[in-house]
């Protein structure tokens, strides 16, 4: 069956651009987060959406960044005013109910943003 | 302060040694304690987590409470083990994501 998918692979913006992530999850995971994968720092948190529930936006790093999930499916994660320590792979991940341990997350193939 | 360390960015070995691929974790409450593992040009996936207490490809961890470590083993290394690990923690409480260490990346040396 599909697995998590993003788009675009790969994007290559100038500093102070907007740019947009979609992810795509596994139909019928209730649970999706997104997480930054930098070099030297691993992966770092960023968001979290349940179902109908307020999103955990604990791991943002600014109020430049912001992602909304519409439908309870597709996901878009969006930064502002991008600068060039955005630069980064981000990864989405689902899985079915939440953070039980029982659950496992699935991992997309990540979007690689370049910032200028 | 949920954090998880793994002191080796890089590991070398040869084919056919023992493998031990380091992972401390800080946390307050009982936390549940997973590997993933992303090989060249893949996705980031689930190699094992501590409940289930499995075997996969031959790596075993044990959680050690006491030390608060969660080290990934395996007796004999493969050159298709050459890849990033990640050691991850979550709170378990249900509502919290997970915890990534910086990595390792393995390589294993023919």
């Known amino acids: 069956g599909a697995g998590v998918s993003q788009s675009p692979s790969n994007k290559v913006t100038e500093k102070g651009k907007d740019v947009e992530l979609r992810c795509d999850p596994i139909s019928g995971h209730t649970a999706l987060y997104w997480y930054r994968q930098s070099l030297g720092q691993g992966l770092e948190f960023l968001i979290y959406?349940?179902?109908?529930?307020?999103?955990?936006k604990s791991g943002l790093p600014s109020d430049r960044f912001s992602a909304e999930r519409t439908g309870g499916s597709v996901s878009t994660l969006t930064i502002q005013r991008t600068q060039q320590e955005d630069s980064a792979v981000y990864l989405c991940a689902s899985s079915r109910t939440g953070t039980s341990v029982y659950n496992e997350q699935f991992f997309g193939p990540g979007t690689r943003l370049t910032v200028l | 302060a949920q954090r998880v360390t793994q002191p080796e960015k890089l590991l070398s070995v040869f084919k056919g040694a023992p493998v031990e691929l380091k992972c401390n974790y800080s946390y307050s409450g009982s936390p549940e304690l997973f590997w993933y593992v992303q090989y060249s040009r893949q996705r980031l996936q689930l190699l094992l987590r501590h409940i289930s207490r499995e075997s996969i490809k031959g790596f075993t961890a044990d959680l050690n409470k006491g030390e608060t470590s969660f080290h990934l083993k395996k007796p004999f290394a493969q050159e298709e083990d050459s890849a990033m690990y990640y050691c991850a923690l979550s709170g378990g409480s249900g509502n919290t994501p997970l915890v990534f260490g910086k990595g390792t990346r393995l390589s294993v040396i023919a």
């Open positions: 959406f349940q179902g109908n529930s307020a999103p955990d």
